[in-house]
């Protein structure tokens, strides 16, 4: 007869860890109920992430960022049992990081930027004229800029402005991971 708290050799640990492609990580000490644990937590994990981790792509930074932002709602989620005044501010700063991970997302700064500048963003008609080249065959076209030099001047102040804004989040997205990241999790 099996006892409840069974352990287990390192044999039996590699053939179930074997046996369940890793997935309940058996290691020294570890007994059947970590099977459970382990595949319970497991499942939980692929149904929380699962669209976040659909969508990952190794190219990008951003869907790293994602991941992370997931975990932090993940983290509000549960159930807290802090008192208001240490959990309140600590929660208003992970969900200031999950709003600055989304802006990055969203990539929308030229917007933030016009809004904050009270200007927009002039309207490119672009023009094409054909031009000949001497040694090549062929037609060929240069793409002529419609744009006056105060729509230029005015649109290059919107540009930096929208570069700024994200500089700056950027900067502050990693102050608030520095300074409070590791006490979220205490």
Known sequence: MLK?????????????????????EMGPGFDIKDIWYNLKYGM???????????????????YNL????????????????????????KEDKIREV????ENRKESDYITMAEEALEMEVSDVNFKFAEVKLDDRD???FEMIDSRNQA????????????ETIEQKEWKKLFELLDKNGQGWWN
């Open 4 to 24: 409840k708290n069974l352990k287990m050799n390192y044999k039996i640990q590699k053939w179930i860890n074997n046996a369940t492609f890793g997935l309940t």
């Open 66 to 89: 994602e991941l992370l932002a997931r975990g932090l709602e993940v983290y509000l989620e549960k159930p807290n049992y802090e008192i208001d005044e240490d959990k309140l501010p």
């Open 98 to 101: 999950i709003t600055l991970i």
């Open 151 to 162: 729509q230029k001047d005015n649109d290059k102040v919107i540009y930096d402005m929208a």
């Open 44 to 62: 939980h994990n692929l149904y929380k992430f699962f669209w976040v981790i659909w969508r990952w792509r190794g190219w990008d930074f951003v």
């Open 138 to 140: 062929g037609t060929y």
